[in-house]
């Protein structure tokens, strides 16, 4: 057990959010609920028996969804990093975090889901290519990384080792 637990705040969405976390992520589960009672209802007006809580677990992460009404929404000061091995697990996370999410909010790996929760999906290689001791290399990386939406872990090591030109080139399926 975790002794930090993020706390997500939705407006009455934390089941479905939960259940579509859990959806997306292999290793993941859900686990117990909390509802609303009668105590509270002249603070909180909420309906008795609502789900006023539920736990869920994202690869090993532990997370609580709290419907807690429209006080509070999602802002980009927080989001969490979908770290990925393969341009296809790159895909796979992109594709199902961003369904019905804002397109304008994409950009360099960054997304917000349905709900507003922002998201970054971002490959493993890339912190080394952008601390990369040469300084050109790691600029090119950048430059390559700030022009995308979903990262391409191909363009940015072709930007990496040889430059923009390179980066643009599409991948071979």
Not at 60 to 83: I, M, R, W, Y
Request: with cysteine.
């Amino acid at each position: 057990m975790t002794s930090i637990l993020p706390c997500l705040w939705f407006e009455k969405e934390a089941e479905e959010a939960a259940k579509l976390y859990c959806s997306i992520f292999k290793n993941a589960k859900l686990g117990a609920v909390t509802r609303y009672g009668k105590q509270g209802r002249e603070v909180h007006g909420m309906p008795e028996g609502s789900l006023l809580a539920i736990e869920f677990s994202l690869d090993g992460n532990d997370f609580l969804a709290l419907n807690g009404g429209p006080l509070f929404k999602f802002t980009e000061a927080v989001s969490f990093q979908v770290l990925c091995e393969t341009q296809k697990e790159v895909d796979h996370y992109w594709k199902k975090l961003s369904a019905g999410g804002d397109p304008k909010a994409q950009q360099c790996g960054w997304l917000k889901d349905k709900f507003g929760l922002s998201w970054q999906v971002v490959p493993r290689v890339l912190a080394g290519l952008l601390r990369d001791k040469d300084p050109e290399k790691a600029a090119r990386t950048m430059k390559a990384l700030l022009q995308m939406k979903k990262l391409d872990i191909a363009a940015l090591q072709r930007a990496h080792a040889g430059g923009m030109a390179n980066a643009r080139k599409p991948r071979r399926k």
